[in-house]
């Protein structure tokens, strides 16, 4: 996850030019697990996240999307 190429994804993701945009990443690699890369995606279906990924990215690794409902702590203490 380095070199020019992320730097150009990160770019195109962030501006929109992709299908879908990966928000967060979660790297436990570093710490000994190395065979899960979590990341929090937008994206309107999960074919978006496969494009965005493209053909050697999945060549690589497995995508298995879940759709999920957000839950924003800090409104829920804010509500009461």
Known sequence: MAGPDILEFAKAMSSGQTPAKCVKSWDPIPYG?????????????????????????LAMITCDPMEVNEIDWAEVANSG
């Open 33 to 57: 697990n190395t065979d899960t890369f979590v990341c929090l995606w937008e994206a309107d279906n999960p074919e978006d996240i496969s494009s965005t990924l493209g053909d050697d990215m």
